[in-house]
């Protein structure tokens, strides 16, 4: 049984709707208008640089590969990644622990006037340990380690366009 002609279009102008429908932060636009970027103090190969490339062109951010095409440099100071201890077992084993990536960002002009003075943005994520060995563990591990880039290059972008307002 087919639906009648006007519920059709109803649920297609509903879904239309729906999918044009996006939630945007009021004034969340103040680092694009910085734009273009480069990025200082990573390696080129760098992962945490993968990862903030790849937030800064899902944002519409423009990244150039040289200081004197960038309207802005965003310095980055990788303090790097560590970990604590969060649970010991009875044993004395550590099964659970803190990961925690810290990195200090800024944002400068090409002539060296700073924008945004350095502010330090970090992730942290608890990763249990319990009965993960070998490959399957590992990975876990890794993937976690990639998603803390992810956020962590998405909480950069967050604490720049702040800083900017």
Request: glycine share 6%; hydrophobic share 40%; charged share 25%.
């Amino acid at each position: 049984m087919q639906a009648p002609l006007p519920r059709l279009l109803i649920l297609l102008l509903l879904a239309s709707l729906l999918a044009g429908c996006g939630f945007h932060l009021r004034n969340s636009k103040a680092l694009e208008s910085h734009a273009p970027l480069y990025v200082a103090g990573l390696p080129r190969y760098d992962t945490l640089r993968e990862a903030l490339q790849d937030t800064l062109t899902a944002s519409q951010i423009v990244v150039v590969p040289s200081k004197e095409m960038a309207k802005s440099i965003m310095k980055i100071r990788d303090q790097g990644e560590r970990q604590q201890i969060i649970t010991v077992d009875s044993r004395g084993k550590a099964t659970e622990y803190m990961l925690i990536r810290t990195v200090g960002v800024s944002l400068v002009a090409p002539d060296g006037n700073e924008l945004v003075p350095e502010h330090i943005v970090s992730v942290r994520r608890t990763w249990i340990e319990v009965g993960k060995t070998g490959l399957a563990g590992s990975r876990e591990a890794r993937e976690l380690r990639h998603r803390m880039l992810r956020e962590l290059s998405m909480s950069i972008l967050r604490t720049l366009d702040y800083a900017l307002r």
